[in-house]
């Protein structure tokens, strides 16, 4: 699929510079393993809006030549050109947010620090690898009206990941024998008396990631999501589990006017801080 290939190159590119190398290796490994999934999405949103952003101009178009009230000139291919560059970019920051709250997630449950010295090292550069991966994701979004429900996204991860250490603990606490327990100290041990499963918790990570993404790719070329692309994004998100499998396997049901559009050439800015101005 060549946007999931343009996705990978431009998360790619925006953390080239980070050193030392092994730190670096470490990142682009973990890109070139990861499913494209929400960079995928974010620029299938943004061909989708473009394809129907041009069907209402021209629709406008046509009723300006037949003298109605309200037409407006149809947008030129070059300005649609330029509405689209760095859409790419965007998307490459779909991805490197997900990226670095999936790897967050992952080590919050398997705390590599408390095994062997090896893993405790690996788990160093994996805390290090999220932290920049999700930094470098903001910088890339910063400047988009995506960017407030970029951190919207990373606050509910957080909220998530805190009531699931609580359940957590309170399975724990189930080993006690019943005879040692009263329904007090179960629900203040945060018991999952409604039997909320931790797996779901886990997965609303993708299910606001799905959002995140048709929400960048519609304002990376000026308009919100439709209700169509709305329903293709909620249609996915039933079907969310805790991870992504290849994007080619995941959207191969998206409608063929969305694959027409090809994002491919567009610019690709370099991202080389994730604290520069």
Request: with cysteine; proline share 4%.
């Amino acid at each position: 699929m060549e946007n999931a290939d343009s996705c990978r190159r431009a998360a790619a590119e925006a953390v080239a510079d980070v050193e030392p190398s092994q730190l670096h290796d470490y990142i682009e490994a973990t890109l070139e393993r990861a499913s494209m999934v929400p960079g995928t999405l974010t620029l299938e949103s943004a061909a989708m809006m473009a394809a129907e952003g041009r069907v209402s101009e021209d629709d406008r178009y046509a009723d300006s030549e037949s003298g109605t009230e309200g037409g407006q000139e149809p947008v030129d291919d070059e300005t649609r050109d330029h509405e689209l560059d760095g859409v790419v970019t965007h998307a490459a920051g779909v991805q490197l947010i997900y990226e670095g709250l999936r790897l967050t997630r992952s080590l919050s449950h398997e705390e590599p620090w408390t095994a062997s010295d090896a893993d405790a090292g690996d788990g160093d550069l994996a805390i290090l690898a999220a932290d920049i991966l999700v930094a470098r994701g903001f910088y890339l979004l910063a400047r988009t009206d995506a960017a407030g429900k970029a951190v919207r996204t990373v606050q509910s991860f957080g909220r998530d990941q805190t009531r699931r250490t609580e359940l957590a603990a309170g399975d724990r606490d189930l080993e006690t024998p019943s005879s040692d327990r009263d329904a007090d100290t179960e629900t203040a041990a945060g018991v999952d008396t409604d039997g909320t499963d931790p797996a779901s918790i886990d997965a609303n990570l993708e299910r606001d990631v799905l959002e995140l993404a048709v929400l960048t790719g519609a304002v990376a070329v000026g308009t919100t999501p439709s209700p169509r692309l709305l329903a293709i994004a909620e249609r996915l998100a039933d079907a969310v589990s805790t991870s992504f499998p290849p994007a080619e396997e995941y959207l191969d049901d998206l409608e063929p006017s969305i694959r027409e559009q090809s994002l491919e050439d567009h610019v690709t800015d370099r991202a080389t801080s994730a604290t520069d101005p």
